[in-house]
């Protein structure tokens, strides 16, 4: 059974910086994409980042490209996401999701619950002063 549980969120000041891990199991974490995805209150899920199962492969939606880094190790069966420069416009419930699809070489976050079919339940980040 594939399950998933994100840590980490929390409250921040603009500006600052959080770290979010998603530990994995149930399934093999170097064949299989994950991938980050929000949710603020009264706008769509939007897609974050996501990591191909080699690591070879990292994409991410452009409002976060340079202040957001995903990464992973396979050994522990975690995925991370560095959050950094955070703005209020970052502050919603975030998940981490495994496309069971995916190609160890591959990963998207252009589509989110019609690929990703395995979710955590969430963790908060708000980001206020």
């Known amino acids: 059974q594939w399950q998933l549980v994100e840590a980490g969120g929390g409250m921040v000041q603009p500006g600052g910086s959080l770290r979010l891990s998603c530990a994995v199991s149930g399934f093999r974490l170097d064949q299989y994409a994950v991938g980050w995805f929000r949710q603020a209150p009264g706008n769509e899920q939007e897609g974050v980042s996501c990591?191909?199962?080699?690591?070879?492969?990292?994409n991410s939606v452009r409002s976060v490209k340079g202040r957001f880094i995903i990464s992973k190790d396979n050994v522990k069966n975690r995925v991370y996401l560095q959050m950094n420069s955070l703005k209020p416009e970052d502050t919603g419930v975030y998940y981490c999701?495994?496309?069971?699809?995916?190609?160890?070489?591959?990963?998207?976050?252009?589509?989110?619950?019609?690929?990703?079919?395995?979710w955590g339940q969430g963790t908060q980040v708000a980001v206020s002063s």
């Open positions: 990591i191909s199962g080699d690591g070879s492969i990292t």
């Open positions: 999701a495994a496309d069971p699809y995916s190609s160890p070489d591959f990963c998207t976050v252009a589509v989110g619950k019609g690929r990703y079919d395995y």
